[in-house]
């Protein structure tokens, strides 16, 4: 049965996260996760699927390039 659920936590989680699900083997692949940003990964069967990273479209100029 497809779920949807949203986490909200400390950048340092998310980048963890990340870092799993693109097979990485640091976390500090993904070092700078915008605040209020979104990041969307998607889990099936066959692993996990990134499909955006650090979206911060929906905070206007509340988060800028110079703030990560």
Known sequence: EDQFVT?????????????????AQSPRTFPSVRNGSVSHIVVGAHGWT???????????????????
């Open 7 to 23: 986490v909200v936590c400390h950048g340092g989680v998310i980048s963890m996260l990340l870092a799993h699900a693109a097979g």
């Open 50 to 68: 990134i499909r955006s990273f650090n979206d911060a479209a929906h905070t206007g100029t509340l988060t800028t390039d110079h703030d990560v």
